[in-house]
């Protein structure tokens, strides 16, 4: 069997690696020139059901290279007010009880995407064809698939796996029916080094765990602090000093925020806005902020700002199985609002790796999409129920009784101690599959 996947994203080099452990004949075509393109967004949180899925694609040492660069776990998910007032926390020894033992081998992970990239590329140095940029495919009479690149070069193979993100070309041919739906969300992010100053900013909770602030007119804003115990020598195992993707790596401490609101409150050239220009929106939409959230705005690197256009994929049926699928965003891009989009690709890529070395291709997809079908879409509709453009948040007039209900309503469930365990079982469900019997 000979495997072509587009894309060299998470979920594209995930399945090659599992594939390639298996002998099974792999090229991944990347349109990116070289290894270092491509790596917008600087933190991905990878879940229990992510980790188990890296653990199953990956080779033992690659995945022990994984863990000793991800950064110091969260402690703490912490909602505030844009004054810094405590909504909801979970996290701490006061919640332990709440989710009982936690396997360290599948715990919650932060990881630089340039890291994880990075990580999932090695080994893969002859699989992985960069400056590809896919075109379109045709099946052959003898049940193999060819696919065509805008320099002229084509190739052929057994199956073809569309791994090519959101504006997946792949996927536009072979379901041109599926769409993807605009949030009217849109979003900044930005990037800070973590310096002492920056660190004598944080409040403990702050800096130890992932922090959102709601704020009138449905803005919100996400921080996330990045420490690497590797990077200062307090875990630097052989493995991560031999591994070669280091080579490639510059992270180095940093926090990071993304800044998000409706398109009717944003200029109509946002997508267009440079870095700088971005920066100074960002200070300008947060004028009355708390003076700490206004300096961790204010001390990012502009040049380090960036646009995105929140958009999401609309649940299609099933449909006949060939050997043409796909996997990630590809088929089911969502929103931030469960954080758990990489992990799905992940998912994708275990489950296909997994039924394509078990079993025969057509059998193997026709079971993967079996399975996709139902938690991929799930996934979707549950993300996009907690961040979307028509949700009360974000309507001009009654939005502030909304925000005023949620606040309260999440202050309320801090407190009240079954109600919290059940959100926070609830929330530990959707990134544990593995909690789904408890």
Same mark, same amino acid.
């Given at each position: 069997? %000979?495997? !072509?996947?587009?894309?060299? +994203?998470?979920?594209?080099?995930?399945?090659?690696?599992?594939?390639?452990?298996?002998?099974?004949? &792999?090229?991944?075509?990347?349109?990116?020139?070289?290894?270092?393109?491509?790596?917008?967004?600087?933190?991905?949180?990878?879940?229990?059901?992510?980790?188990?899925?890296?653990?199953?694609?990956?080779?033992?040492?690659?995945?022990?290279?994984?863990?000793?660069?991800?950064?110091?776990?969260?402690?703490?998910?912490?909602?505030?007010?844009?004054?810094?007032?405590?909504?909801? &926390?979970?996290?701490?020894?006061?919640?332990?009880?709440?989710?009982?033992?936690?396997?360290?081998?599948?715990?919650?992970?932060?990881?630089?995407? !340039?890291?994880?990239?990075?990580?999932?590329?090695?080994?893969?140095?002859?699989?992985?064809?960069?400056?590809?940029?896919?075109?379109?495919?045709?099946?052959?009479?003898?049940?193999?698939?060819? @696919?065509?690149?805008?320099?002229?070069?084509?190739?052929?193979?057994?199956?073809?796996?569309?791994?090519?993100?959101?504006?997946?070309?792949?996927?536009?041919?072979?379901?041109?029916?599926?769409?993807?739906?605009?949030?009217?969300?849109?979003?900044?992010?930005?990037?800070?080094?973590?310096?002492?100053? &920056?660190? $004598?900013?944080?409040?403990?909770?702050?800096?130890? +765990?992932?922090?959102?602030?709601?704020?009138?007119?449905?803005?919100?804003?996400?921080?996330?602090?990045?420490?690497?115990?590797?990077?200062?020598? /307090?875990?630097?195992?052989?493995?991560?000093?031999?591994?070669?993707?280091?080579?490639? *790596?510059?992270?180095?401490?940093?926090?990071?925020?993304?800044? +998000?609101?409706?398109?009717?409150?944003?200029?109509?050239?946002?997508? *267009?806005?440079?870095?700088? /220009?971005?920066?100074?929106?960002?200070?300008?939409?947060?004028?009355?902020?708390?003076?700490?959230? =206004?300096?961790?705005?204010?001390?990012?690197? $502009?040049?380090?700002?960036?646009?995105?256009?929140?958009?999401?994929?609309?649940?299609?049926?099933?449909?006949?199985?060939?050997?043409?699928?796909?996997? +990630?965003? @590809?088929?089911?891009? !969502?929103?931030?609002?469960?954080?758990?989009?990489?992990?799905?690709?992940?998912?994708?890529?275990?489950?296909?790796?997994?039924?394509?070395?078990?079993?025969?291709?057509?059998?193997?997809?026709? *079971?993967?999409?079996?399975?996709?079908?139902?938690?991929?879409?799930?996934?979707?509709?549950?993300? =996009?129920?907690?961040?979307?453009?028509?949700?009360?948040?974000?309507?001009?007039?009654?939005?502030?009784?909304?925000?005023?209900? !949620?606040?309260?309503?999440?202050?309320?469930?801090? %407190?009240?101690?079954?109600?919290?365990?059940?959100?926070?079982?609830?929330? @530990?469900?959707?990134?544990?599959?593995?909690?789904?019997?408890?």
């Amino acid at each position: 069997m %000979h495997v !072509m996947i587009i894309g060299a +994203g998470t979920g594209g080099l995930a399945l090659a690696q599992r594939l390639t452990a298996a002998g099974i004949e &792999v090229s991944v075509f990347e349109r990116d020139l070289t290894r270092t393109d491509g790596l917008f967004g600087y933190r991905v949180g990878i879940s229990p059901d992510g980790s188990r899925a890296l653990h199953s694609c990956l080779p033992p040492p690659l995945f022990e290279t994984f863990k000793r660069t991800a950064a110091i776990s969260p402690r703490y998910t912490n909602f505030i007010t844009e004054k810094m007032g405590e909504l909801f &926390v979970a996290g701490g020894p006061e919640d332990a009880d709440i989710l009982g033992p936690v396997d360290p081998e599948f715990t919650e992970r932060s990881v630089s995407r !340039m890291t994880l990239r990075q990580i999932l590329l090695t080994g893969l140095e002859d699989v992985v064809r960069f400056d590809k940029k896919f075109e379109r495919y045709t099946q052959n009479p003898d049940g193999t698939v060819t @696919a065509y690149f805008a320099d002229g070069s084509s190739a052929t193979g057994d199956v073809l796996v569309g791994a090519d993100g959101t504006g997946s070309r792949v996927r536009k041919q072979f379901l041109p029916h599926a769409k993807l739906v605009e949030t009217d969300l849109f979003g900044v992010t930005g990037k800070l080094p973590l310096t002492d100053e &920056v660190r $004598a900013l944080l409040p403990p909770k702050m800096l130890r +765990g992932v922090t959102m602030a709601f704020a009138p007119k449905g803005i919100s804003t996400i921080f996330h602090v990045m420490e690497f115990e590797w990077q200062r020598g /307090e875990t630097d195992p052989e493995l991560v000093r031999a591994w070669p993707g280091l080579t490639f *790596d510059n992270t180095r401490d940093y926090v990071m925020w993304g800044f +998000g609101s409706h398109r009717r409150l944003l200029p109509p050239n946002f997508m *267009d806005m440079s870095g700088p /220009e971005l920066h100074r929106l960002v200070l300008d939409r947060t004028r009355t902020w708390a003076p700490v959230l =206004r300096r961790l705005f204010l001390l990012a690197d $502009a040049t380090s700002c960036f646009p995105l256009n929140i958009r999401t994929s609309e649940p299609v049926d099933p449909w006949p199985s060939t050997n043409i699928t796909l996997i +990630g965003d @590809a088929i089911h891009t !969502m929103t931030p609002g469960l954080g758990v989009g990489a992990n799905t690709a992940l998912r994708d890529a275990e489950l296909l790796g997994d039924n394509l070395v078990r079993m025969a291709a057509l059998a193997g997809i026709a *079971d993967y999409e079996r399975q996709m079908h139902g938690y991929a879409w799930e996934a979707v509709v549950k993300s =996009r129920e907690r961040f979307d453009g028509n949700s009360i948040a974000h309507k001009p007039v009654i939005g502030r009784l909304g925000l005023a209900g !949620m606040r309260t309503g999440m202050r309320f469930a801090n %407190h009240f101690r079954p109600l919290k365990r059940k959100i926070l079982k609830a929330d @530990a469900r959707n990134r544990d599959h593995a909690r789904q019997a408890d």
